[in-house]
């Protein structure tokens, strides 16, 4: 049986390792189960979704509701938060970012927050402690997943939580990004090829993916082509960068996604939101491959983030 094609990214049950227990809580046996079925996932389409993770959806539905007050504010009000060059904090409006280079500009709205690039100036008290919440959290799961993980690829526990040390701190990248979709009325102009996010895999290790339940969101499966990445409640999709690739000398997969408008005129007209966390080493810590292998030169996190970046702004 095709197993990829009956089931192409696995739903895995993360409630032994997620926040809900005690980092200590989380025994060997359970890291290996669940290290190991996310690392096959990640070994093949690059994606997995992850339930009883412990985050409750109310707090994913108060992070994007407090979000989408902050998007539904007209355009002089945002200008005010924008995001600069200098700093990863602030809001990036339509068409801004070409995830696709080949694509005019992506059709979304974003916030993104870095807390050691916080300038200290907030649309809201609430945005801010919203935001904040929800990075703690993140951050959390994220080192739960990237235990798994290593236990999963036969690295000591510790191996890859170690690696990303500071994050939320000056010198580790991870953000924490609200993406806000706006509705496409008959009178939008949209552009040939634009859509709601251009084709990219992501840049750091592993990215976590609150979506709600409009859909839109595809993964390019290689040999597949794109299938859904279907919303199902309660679940956070987990999915790896390029520098996970990189790092286990492509026995890790990060595969290209994108978010199209929906054929269904209905549904076009209604909004879409979702939540990223992009996770990524501190900058200083350097990526060479895993197997020992010289498939790729070694690249400090920092530099190839750098150079990434170059790129999409
Ligand atoms: O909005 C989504 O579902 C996908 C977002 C994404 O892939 C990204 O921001 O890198
Ligand atoms: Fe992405």
Known sequence: MDTLKENPIPVIDFSKLGLNVSQNACDEDSLKTVGSQIRDAFSKSGFCYLTNYGIQQSEIDHFMSVSKQFFYQKKEEKIKYVRGTERNFGWVAVER?????????????????????????????????????????????????????SVGMNLDKSYMRDAHGCIGMGNNATTLR??????????????????????????????LLFQDEIGGLEVEIPGYGFVPVTPIPETVVVNIGDLMQRWTSDALVATKHRVLIPEVELKKRLHRQSVAFFVHPYDEFLIKCLDGSDKYEPVTSGDYLKQRFGVTY
């Open 97 to 149: 970012e070409h995830l696709n280079p080949e694509r005019p500009g992506d059709l979304k709205e974003a916030f993104n927050y870095c807390p050691s690039d916080d300038p200290n100036n907030w649309p809201t008290p609430e945005f801010q402690n919203a935001c904040q919440d929800m990075f703690r959290k993140c951050t959390e799961l994220s080192l739960r997943v990237l235990d798994a993980l």
């Open 178 to 207: 609200s993406l806000y979709y706006p509705p496409l009325t008959p009178e939008s102009s949209v552009k040939p090829g634009q859509i709601r996010l251009g084709e990219h895999s992501d840049y750091g290790t592993i990215t």
